[in-house]
């Protein structure tokens, strides 16, 4: 009787595993990622202003200054060497703004911020980042009272390409941290092991 109700069963579990396996894995596609602070270093281009052209320009001078460094940052794995990378290559970095914006005819002065700065919940993508203490390289164009783009430079996410990739306001409710991913998967297992368990003592 035993062995007869043991087929069913465990074509049940199976079904029971499948289904888990196929929740799971949309939950971690849809659900956005959140990174720790620490060692995590951000870049922020800040317009002169939100008037159109201002913006297009500090468009550019993005495109200019990641096309420059993303040799140079693509294949690091440690941040203390992103660091030495962005301090090293400040002056560059400056000339590189101050050219393409002379080239797109404006004459605001440039400057850059590296520190550690207070941010709201942003998201990048599929990439969230909780409130809180980042450190940051910040290129300012002139009054940088417009609207900022940022992405992350390290860990290098700023050469992914994510289609119109922009900061925006993200709710609290909608984070997720990598350590609670990584739970829901160790106790996914754990169901797994626990079925199998009682599979093989029928």
């Known amino acids: 009787m035993r062995r007869n109700l043991l087929v069913?069963?465990?074509?049940?579990?199976?079904?029971?595993?499948?289904?888990?396996?196929?929740?799971?894995?949309?939950?971690?596609?849809?659900?956005?990622?959140?990174f720790e602070q620490e060692g995590l270093i951000?870049?922020?281009?800040?317009?002169?202003?939100?008037?159109?052209?201002?913006?297009?320009?500090k468009l550019k001078v993005r495109d200019a200054v990641i096309a420059y460094l993303a040799p140079q940052l693509e294949h690091l794995t440690e941040p203390e060497d992103a660091r030495q990378v962005v301090v090293a290559n400040e002056s560059k970095l400056i000339d590189i703004a101050q050219h393409v914006i002379v080239e797109n005819g404006a004459n605001y002065p440039v400057s850059i911020e590296f520190g550690i700065f207070d941010f709201p919940v942003k998201s990048y993508g599929n990439f969230v980042l909780p409130a809180g203490?980042?450190?940051?390289?910040?290129?300012?164009?002139?009054?940088?009272?417009?609207?900022?783009?940022?992405?992350?430079?390290f860990p290098p996410l700023c050469f992914i390409d994510i289609t119109n990739a922009?900061?925006?306001?993200?709710?609290?409710?909608?984070?997720?941290?990598?350590?609670?991913?990584?739970t829901d998967n160790i106790e996914i297992k754990w169901k797994v092991a626990?079925?199998?368990?009682?599979?093989?003592?029928?």
């Open 8 to 34: 069913p069963v465990t074509i049940i579990s199976i079904f029971v595993l499948l289904g888990w396996a196929f929740l799971f894995e949309q939950i971690k596609q849809n659900a956005p990622v959140s």
């Open 133 to 153: 203490k980042y450190e940051a390289v910040r290129i300012l164009i002139g009054n940088a009272e417009g609207k900022n783009w940022w992405c992350v430079l």
């Open 42 to 57: 951000r870049f922020h281009v800040l317009a002169n202003s939100d008037k159109p052209e201002d913006q297009q320009l």
């Open 194 to 202: 626990e079925v199998w368990d009682l599979i093989n003592r029928r």
């Open 166 to 182: 922009a900061a925006v306001p993200t709710d609290n409710a909608n984070i997720i941290s990598r350590n609670e991913n990584a």
